[in-house]
């Protein structure tokens, strides 16, 4: 931080004794207020107050003859930033006062990390801290008491704290009861309605009867579409042999232990206010293949009904 005192020792070695040379932002250094000292074996820069000006990049170099090695030193001198600057009322609606400002001129020489905002009121004046490190150069304050009359201040911050003095509103806000009569623009929400989408199709399929069977697809739509489930074009009902399930938009038809009269064509229609869509697949239902003949010892080559 300003005023503060830099004493750094870097070591170095060579045969015979190096020559160390010392530069600032890439030229020799010259300035009486940095001191060096050099030893056998290290080298001292000292600097006894330090002020902004000193900020830069130290470069320490050492030379034997042809050879030469150098290290380089990142000094940033920083203090405390100056007050935001035209702090000033933008909205007063119901209980609650919109506040915007700039940055301050001199952010001693470092990152503005936030501000801190208070508040008073006109009859107290009294300052009560509303947020502090707060990262955007605006804020709405809000719980404001009707009929009273506030003003506002406003401190930057870095790392070396809290600006020495506040910004302060140039208006200020008064809370009427014309206030609640406010009413904000109403808020446009997008429109996310969409005709229903198959995103997954339904796959045709070929499956053992007597062993239970599911097929399933994918749709998306807003709002929410209505299923049909058809086999042959004809809407599958309240059958037991059947349940549909709906898991966020996957769609599954369970057959319960089909037979060979549950093959077909099946399809899944998805419809809402914005349109429809329809998938189908055809269902074989094949039968249980006849068990092995039995081995006959006479004849190696035995055939199996299949």
């Known amino acids: 931080q300003v005023g503060e005192k830099v004493n750094l020792v870097i070591p170095f070695q060579g045969k015979p004794r190096p020559v160390v040379t010392w530069y600032k932002d890439g030229v020799p250094l010259e300035d009486n207020t940095v001191g060096i000292r050099n030893s056998q074996v290290d080298t001292i820069i000292f600097i006894r107050s330090a002020e902004r000006c000193h900020s ?25 930033p100056g007050p935001p600057i ?32 208070q508040k008073a009121d006109k009859k107290t004046k ?24 506030y003003s506002f201040r406003v401190f930057s911050e870095n790392i070396c704290g809290l600006s020495d003095e506040p910004g302060i509103s140039k208006n200020t806000a008064v809370i009427t009861k014309t206030g609640l009569l406010y009413k904000p623009p ?21 499956v053992i009867a007597g062993y239970s069977a599911a097929i399933s697809c994918a749709v998306r739509g ?18 037991p042999k059947f349940l549909m399930q709906n898991n966020q938009g996957v769609l599954t038809l369970k057959i319960r232990k ?14 809402n206010d914005h349109g429809e869509d329809e998938v189908e697949c ?25």
């Open 258 to 271: 089909p037979s060979l009269f549950d093959g077909g064509r099946y399809s899944c229609r998805a419809i």
């Open 56 to 80: 830069g990049k130290y470069t320490m170099s050492v030379q034997i003859e042809n050879t030469s090695d150098s290290a380089d030193i990142h000094i940033q001198v920083v203090e405390k």
């Open 282 to 306: 055809t269902l074989e239902v094949r039968g249980i293949p006849n068990p092995p003949a039995a081995h006959d010892p006479n004849n190696e080559h035995s055939v199996s009904g299949g």
């Open 186 to 206: 109403p808020y446009k929400e997008k429109d996310m309605s969409s005709c229903p989408k198959f995103t997954a199709p339904l796959v045709d399929r070929s």
């Open 86 to 117: 035209a702090v000033h009322v933008t909205d007063i609606w119901g209980f609650n006062a919109a506040l915007e400002w700039k940055p301050p001129k001199d952010d001693g020489n470092c990152e503005i990390i936030g501000y801190t905002i």
């Open 222 to 239: 807003n709002p929410k579409p209505k299923i049909i489930w058809m086999k042959n074009r004809m809407i599958i009902g309240e059958d």
């Open 126 to 149: 009294e300052w009560f801290t509303v947020y502090d490190h707060n990262r955007r150069p605006s804020c709405t304050v809000s719980d404001l008491v009707m009929g009273n009359e």
